[in-house]
């Protein structure tokens, strides 16, 4: 239930203010009815002169309606603050408060004269997190369903204050609640470890946005980062390693090391700083959950317990093995002590790319295998995940799981976060399970969000603000006996490739300000332009305060060539692939045997279906037919490279004319040094001149760097 005024405005006057203090000492549905009565009458006389005076307060998240009234309110005069809140809550309210800037003292009854503040939990509003913020004449009126909301209109006040500096507002009402009840962040402190400052300052910005969820990645095979009593192994050396550059580290002898020992890199949180950042989320009104990765990255763990690998003794094992009762031991004991911390109803327990292999080898698995009934390892997995889950509900808890959770059967209780696409959280939603959407095409911010060779090494092709923003996570389409389990939405940033706190926000920000968004707001109310002014805002007034997010100001955008389609002699044209250099796709086939003369360029990622991608030995060989013969200037073709997912610029390119198909001339040969790099690059491979053909071919050759060539065009004019 909203006051669903925001396609109205309206203009106050004495008499409706009046009549809303009036109902606010009394009901609140009541005044809910009033206003929409109120609305309904002198909408029709003043919208016109309302639209004029309007005063946009522009939120992030944008909120669910407003209503402007015209006469001015005066921000910064003195108030009463009351409040109905007790105990933590209230202090939590009054450090929020305190951060709004506005200019108030605390009273123990509402002011029986002057401008009063009042802030009132409602049990009338049905919404959990609602708020509603009056601006009245003679004061502000926040009404809360709960403590959250409450806390969330001190966010919403403090963004009213910080965009209208001078104080003068109009009066409004606002009513306002999520769109879903999760809106999270994953901060992975695993690849490189971050302080518990770092992480306060994150919470902090969550928490003016509205975010409520802190999923912490607390183990994977970089290190473990939670000091667990029963297993001290954990933190002396599985917390540490060398080198620090997670690339050398993780492409070399992937070495643990004792704490303290020289070059030691990695830490780990105690129980008490752990304790001390719940209290901080909490005041904050975010629950962190904790993430113990299992059965799968769990490299860390192996290398501190070497007994729970299979029975082969494999080089590198990832898995934990899951034949051996010792596994469940030490997992049941790590979620005690992961319990008696985190107060967070649910526990993820990772369950992603598990490899299998090693157990299909291991005579342990596969004695479990036989003992329980389970036909295949995807089941042995399950097995796994069935009865951690067992145990976690038996403390009282519930399980989250990343998306393979769901292979070989789902945990009767689990949720599921679906990363790897949103099958997995559709699929679960469909099976009565709750899901929560994290879909790497929108959700994975560990990917360049500028043109890539402009950012620093980065997972992933390219994810602009504008994108994130673009996702739904139930859209129109979605069935709503589906949509009701999708519980909301989060930004995972994975870490690998960001070993500093100032990199880490500058991934985080401000594209997590788009998750915050999508989490918080009606989809109908979002739209892309409209939020990126107010995230530049934001990212300003960040930068203000000494974060370090990515400058949108600065924003250079998509790959310029991919804006429009290119107009050029061999558009159209007919293309034939010398074989064997066929063997584009079929992943990335583009437009098959049209995408090289079909005029579209690619954006900054190869996987857009206009970058064709060529895996050949032979590269790319075409011949382009011109359908007669024609006098030409140029020929040229881009290419990109990005070598994390073996993409690499051509060793050579061989252009050649021919008039009759048969006898081909060469008209250039470019010989191009591959040096890898960690950036992404794009050039261009070409002949300029003049020549007079009808048959083209564009030979690139592939270097001795195996993998992909890809190109979007080749252009003749
Ligand atoms: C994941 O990105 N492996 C959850
Ligand atoms: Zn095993």
Same mark, same amino acid.
Request: glycine share 6%; charged share 25%.
């Given at each position: ?49 309302? $639209? ?10 944008? $909120? ?61 509003? $049905? ?300 699929? @679960? ?61 989060? @930004? ?83 293309v034939t692939y010398n074989l064997p250099s066929r063997y584009y796709g079929?992943?990335y086939?583009a437009?098959?045997?049209?995408a090289l ?5 690619g954006?900054?990622?190869y996987?857009?279906?206009?970058w064709q991608g060529f895996l050949g030995r032979a590269g790319v060989d075409v011949t382009i ?10 020929v040229a073709a881009d290419f990109m490279q990005y070598c994390?997912p073996g993409v690499f610029m051509p060793c050579k390119v061989e252009i050649f004319g021919s ?5 081909f001339e060469p008209l250039i040969v470019i010989d191009h040094e591959v040096v890898p790099a960690?950036?992404p690059s794009f050039m261009t491979f070409g002949w ?7 048959y083209i071919r564009y030979h690139a050759h592939r270097s001795n760097y195996s993998g992909f060539l890809f190109t979007d065009e080749i252009v003749v004019?």
């Open positions: 239930m909203v006051l669903n005024f925001h396609t109205t405005r309206v203009i106050g006057c004495l008499l409706i203010n009046d009549i809303i203090a009036i109902f606010v000492e009394n009901s609140t549905i009541m005044r809910r009815v009033y206003l929409y009565l109120m609305v309904a009458l002198i909408a029709t006389i003043s919208v016109a002169q309302a $639209q004029a005076q309007a005063q946009e307060i522009t939120p992030v998240p944008y $909120q669910v309606s407003k209503s402007p009234y015209t006469a001015p309110f005066d921000a910064t005069q003195r108030l009463k603050l009351y409040t109905n809140l007790e105990g933590e809550d209230r202090e939590r309210l009054l450090a929020a408060a305190e951060q709004t800037g506005l200019n108030y003292e605390v009273v123990d009854n509402r002011a029986e004269d002057g401008a009063y503040f009042n802030i009132v939990i409602n049990r009338n509003l $049905q919404d959990a997190e609602e708020y509603h913020i009056n601006i009245e004449e003679r004061g502000i009126v926040v009404d809360a369903s709960d403590a959250a909301g409450a806390f969330y209109a001190m966010q919403t006040l403090r963004q009213m204050v910080e965009s209208k500096p001078d104080g003068v507002w109009d009066q409004v009402l606002i009513g306002d609640h999520p769109r879903f009840e999760y809106r999270g962040v994953l901060i992975d402190v695993s690849r490189h470890f971050r302080s518990v400052e770092f992480l306060k300052r994150q919470i902090d910005m969550m928490a003016r946005l509205k975010m409520n969820r802190l999923h912490l990645h607390l183990t994977d095979a970089a290190g473990w980062r939670m000091e667990v009593e029963s297993y001290p192994r954990l933190t002396s050396f599985a917390a540490w390693r060398t080198p620090a550059t997670w690339k050398e580290w993780w492409y070399g002898e992937r070495n643990y090391v004792e704490e303290g020992s020289e070059g030691a890199y990695g830490g780990y949180y105690t129980k008490a700083e752990l304790r001390e950042l719940v209290d901080y989320a909490a005041d904050r009104y975010i629950t962190i959950i904790p993430e113990i990765e299992m059965p799968g990255h769990s490299d860390e763990v192996l290398a501190a317990y070497p007994e729970l690998r299979c029975t082969h003794l494999p080089e590198h094992q990832g898995e934990l093995c899951i034949g051996k009762e010792a596994t469940f031991e030490m997992m049941e004991r790590v979620i005690d002590e992961v319990i008696e911390i985190f107060p967070s109803e649910y526990i993820h327990i990772g369950g992603d790319e598990a490899s299998k292999e090693n157990w299909k080898l291991c005579e342990d698995c596969q004695r479990r295998m036989q003992e329980e009934g389970l036909e295949s390892v995807d089941e042995l997995q399950s097995y796994m995940i069935h009865r951690m889950e067992e145990y976690i509900n038996s403390k009282g808890r519930q399980i989250i799981g990343w998306d393979e959770i769901l292979q070989g059967g789902l945990a009767p209780n689990a949720t599921v976060m679906s990363w790897r696409g949103e099958e997995g959280g559709i699929a @679960a939603a469909a099976a009565g399970h709750d899901a929560i959407m994290s879909p790497h095409a929108y959700c994975y911010i560990d990917a360049p969000q500028d043109a890539p060779p402009t950012q620093p090494e980065a997972i992933g092709g390219y994810l602009p603000l504008e994108k994130v923003y673009s996702y739904d996570p139930t859209p129109a389409t979605m069935d709503e006996s589906v949509a009701r389990y999708i519980k909301g939405v989060q @930004a995972n940033l994975w870490a690998e490739f960001i070993p500093t706190d100032e990199h880490y926000e500058m991934m985080l920000w401000p594209r997590a300000i788009a998750i915050a968004e999508i989490g918080w707001s009606p989809q109908n109310e979002r739209e892309y332009s409209h939020f990126r002014s107010r995230a530049v805002d934001i990212v300003e007034r960040m930068m203000a305060e000494g974060y370090n997010p990515f400058d949108l100001r600065n924003e250079i955008g998509n790959r310029p060539e991919s804006m429009r389609p290119v107009e050029h002699l061999a558009l159209g044209k007919s079929p992943q086939a437009a098959g045997d049209v003369v079909d005029g579209l360029r954006t900054w990622t996987s857009d279906g206009r037919d011109m359908g007669e013969v024609v006098t030409i200037h140029s994390g008039i009759d198909g048969e006898n960690d950036v300029e001149g003049e020549a007079q053909v009808r004019r």
